[in-house]
């Protein structure tokens, strides 16, 4: 149940984007309940949380199916658009360029991204998605400091 998101791995076709999409929605559900000064904290905790159970979650799966990275575990897209989200502000710009980034990195997997994949199991799994949203947490951070959407 986890390594799917709680099913968002199970939709079709796309299963990554709709695990990004999910996280999103609950991400914007989570964050209208948190006092300004929470937000961020409870964002990067998340992201952490999302890592550590993650993994030995796909690893499981990936061992279940014999799949090396079966595509319905979406647990790795979660992590990573938490992280692509954090300090971004509540408002749909932030939300939409925040999952548009994500799924662009997630995708592209530019240097180092795609050679994480070769980790072992669910590490492989879900750091190279980490890594994205390390990506998409720069470009976002950058689009914010220069103002290149408003809030």
């Known amino acids: 149940m986890l390594a799917t998101f709680f099913g968002a791995g199970r939709i079709k076709p796309g299963p990554g984007t709709w695990g990004s999409l999910a996280t999103l929605v ?3 559900v989570i964050s209208h309940f948190l006092p300004g000064g929470w937000i961020v ?3 990067v905790l998340l992201a952490a949380l999302v890592v ?3 993994i030995p979650a796909a690893t499981r799966v990936a061992r279940a199916t014999g799949i090396k990275d079966p595509q319905f575990v979406v ?3 979660t992590a990573g658009q938490l992280i692509t989200l954090i300090g971004a502000p509540l408002a749909w710009k932030s939300f939409l360029a925040g999952f548009i980034l994500f799924r662009a990195f997630d995708i592209v997997k530019p240097y180092p991204v795609r050679q994480l994949e070769s980790l072992p199991e669910g590490t492989g799994i879900v750091v190279d998605d980490v890594a994205a949203g390390l990506y998409g ?4 951070q950058l689009l914010l400091h ?3 959407f408003g809030h």
């Open 146 to 148: 220069f103002g290149l």
């Open 75 to 77: 647990i790795d897209e």
């Open 52 to 54: 550590a159970v993650g």
């Open 41 to 43: 904290p409870v964002n």
């Open 137 to 140: 947490l720069v470009v976002m």
């Open 26 to 28: 609950v991400w914007i």
